[in-house]
């Protein structure tokens, strides 16, 4: 029992030091990296920069994604549908208006449901994850609108021409 428990202070001690040095590792290559790293100078090292800072596997940011998925899965499925795209239109509407009382509210309560802090006062990660897409459904259902209206203008003159050339022939 003597032996094992010199062991165990061995192992005890062995760890602490290897738990020493990796702290010690950590920390010059945290530093290091600092020195080294270079700002992102082009907008697409701005946005793998943004891509990197954010933590994918985090439930709610995934959450997040279905749910834009899913609203353009609506969108696509009842795109002929008129009263279903005006009722979603309106509520993606209200969802970018309400941008930034969400942004705020998340700034104060992220430690709940995150790991970090992605919610600053300028609501950048608000906008690019979260309005930005809505907006992108927005115009896309607003070309919808406007390519539905129109065929609905060509259709209406056609049956109006029909209707004419039948009064015509009588």
Not at 35 to 60: C, G, M, V, Y
Not at 91 to 98: D, E, P, Q, T, Y
Not at 126 to 132: K, Q, V
Request: aromatic content about 14%.
């Amino acid at each position: 029992e003597f032996a094992r428990g010199e062991e165990e202070e061995d192992a005890s001690s062995m760890a602490s030091t290897f738990s020493g040095i990796l702290e010690g590792v950590e920390g010059e290559i945290l530093e290091l990296a600092k020195k080294t790293a270079k700002p992102p100078e082009s907008f697409r090292d701005h946005l793998e920069a943004f891509a990197t800072a954010i933590d994918w596997r985090e439930r709610w940011i995934q959450g997040l994604i279905f749910f834009h998925c899913l609203l353009w899965l609506i969108f696509l499925v009842f795109r002929r549908r008129y009263n279903v795209q005006c009722v979603l239109f309106f509520v993606v509407l209200g969802l970018v208006a309400s941008a930034e009382r969400i942004n705020t509210l998340c700034r104060d309560r992220w430690r709940t449901f995150s790991t970090q802090n992605y919610f600053d006062e300028h609501g950048v990660f608000a906008a690019a994850l979260y309005s930005g897409p809505l907006l992108a459904l927005g115009f896309v259902m607003m070309f919808n609108f406007i390519f539905s209206s129109a065929n609905l203008l060509v259709q209406v003159k056609r049956k109006q021409l029909g209707i004419d050339a039948k009064k015509k022939k009588k």
